[in-house]
């Protein structure tokens, strides 16, 4: 699939970028693509359930407003008329913003956020809000409330579509956005990229404004976009970065445009693979994938290395006392009201927080500061280190055990403020994504990038369509 091939007879079908290009062209108008990703929407969301609401409407009101702006020539940039959806953590002034909870659904939002300000600002067309785990505190994507987005790639059998941006991750591969808005918490963007065989972007605390974003985690909780490619993910993120005076996390970090070393290819970069006893309790076709995407990247001219790793990726599974501690204060109230129709998983993992002191949670702190010390020593010389982002391919819904989470390979990085990035790298042989991480000091977020699409260029595995 080529970004022209579809444009006139199908613009839900192509990537956000090939959008904004046939969009700046007037190959396209913006009332076309609004009306291709409404029509998707209507067709396919009553069995996927990704959106909690669509802003069919106001959407449609927007794509005239871009249509004539961009035939006047008074068009904003080139995403003017691209459409996007957002989390549901995520405010509009006017609209309901329930955090994936059924506590909150009479919850009108007051203000807009930053990140999604910045997105009108740029002429984006916002299409709907997606469904979250409830208060984003799960990372397999259910929600027995709300209701659970289903995985496209398996039309015989539901499938985890991975979370908490489970609704974002289904939009996204189902073609009903071209991309978008999720957060990521201990893996929350990273989890639905993996099972549903899309990209996104985990960035540092600070990168991206999280005013107007419900919080779950204060200390760890990053917004961060999803798209089908790199070039994808670089743009929004790119819109969605810099610095907000609403947001103490973000003074002080300039923006970094990741557009012009997108394309510069990874020949004499050194990237670092996983320590073998990583290995254990990843599936085998996990494995093959990620053998196979560390060979491709060396041929492409990269150096793949040997790291010696201060610690064990399940170290920072166990390492929740900051996670659970701040998620408590933030909704320990509503779960400790045993009246409130709270999903019974999420509310214990809320109230294991109010067992946490003071003093576990600053000895965690103090672990943290530790660890991402001990971390810059082995990350010495390195450019990338490269792994699985999950174990597994999604898994059955009937098969999830609540009890563990996915997030072997993703939560090291929120815990040591670390930014990664998670693409398609394969697919088992019943026909579901694989994913590979690329993860970067804090805020190399251009580094990931440049990786990742040197390596979506040799590769079509982001190209390949669910069976809809």
């Not at 927007?62 to 957002?86: K, Q, T, Y």
Request: with cysteine; proline share 7%.
């Amino acid at each position: 699939m080529t970004d022209a091939s579809p444009a006139e007879s199908d613009p839900a079908l192509l990537s956000a970028a090939g959008l904004g290009r046939a969009i700046a062209a007037r190959r396209l108008s913006p009332v076309d693509a609004v009306e291709a990703l409404l029509a998707r929407i209507g067709r396919l969301d009553p069995r996927l359930h990704a959106f909690v609401e669509v802003y069919a409407d106001d959407a449609r009101l927007a794509a005239e407003g871009a249509d004539r702006a961009i035939r006047s020539g008074h068009a904003v940039g080139p995403l003017h008329g691209v459409p996007v959806a957002l989390k549901d953590l995520i405010d509009v002034e006017g609209r309901v913003t329930t955090g994936g909870s059924h506590t909150m659904r009479e919850r009108r939002a007051t203000a807009t956020a930053t990140i999604a300000k910045r997105l009108i600002a740029q002429g984006m067309i916002l299409i709907g809000k997606t469904h979250t785990v409830e208060f984003a505190l799960g990372g397999w994507g259910t929600n027995r409330r709300m209701g659970t987005p289903v995985n496209p790639w398996d039309p015989e059998h539901p499938r985890a579509p991975g979370g908490s941006s489970s609704g974002s991750g289904v939009a996204v591969a189902g073609r009903m956005a071209p991309w978008a808005i999720g957060t990521d918490t201990g893996g929350s963007v990273r989890l639905p990229a993996s099972f549903c065989g899309i990209t996104g972007l985990k960035v540092t605390v600070g990168r991206v404004s999280t005013h107007g974003v419900l919080p779950l985690s204060t200390t760890l909780d990053t917004p961060g976009p999803m798209a089908r490619t790199v070039e994808d993910v670089a743009l929004l993120y790119g819109v969605m970065q810099g610095p907000d005076p609403l947001d103490p996390n973000t003074r002080g970090i300039a923006p970094a445009d990741p557009m012009p070393s997108l394309d510069r290819g990874v020949r004499g970069l050194r990237l670092g693979r996983m320590p073998a006893a990583e290995r254990e309790g990843v599936a085998p076709e996990m494995l093959a994938a990620y053998d196979r995407a560390l060979d491709r990247l060396e041929r492409l001219g990269a150096e793949i290395v040997d790291v010696a790793l201060p610690f064990r990726f399940v170290d920072f599974v166990n390492a929740s006392a900051i996670l659970h501690a701040e998620a408590y204060f933030h909704n320990g109230a509503v779960a400790e009201d045993f009246s409130a129709p709270l999903d019974e998983d999420v509310r214990a993992r809320i109230l294991s927080g109010a067992s946490i002191s003071a003093r576990d949670y600053l000895r965690t702190r103090r672990l943290q500061q530790d660890m991402k010390r001990a971390l810059d020593r082995a990350f010495a010389g390195l450019d990338a280190l490269l792994t699985p982002t999950t174990e597994t391919a999604a898994p059955r819904l009937d098969a999830v055990d609540q009890a563990v989470m996915p997030s072997r390979f993703t939560r090291f990085g929120n815990f040591l403020d670390l930014c990664a990035l998670a693409l398609p790298s394969g697919f088992t042989a019943e026909g579901m994504p694989l994913s590979l991480q690329i993860v970067c000091r804090g805020y190399e977020e251009t580094m990931a990038l440049r990786v990742g699409q040197a390596y979506q260029q040799a590769t079509d595995w982001h190209l390949r369509l669910p069976p809809l």
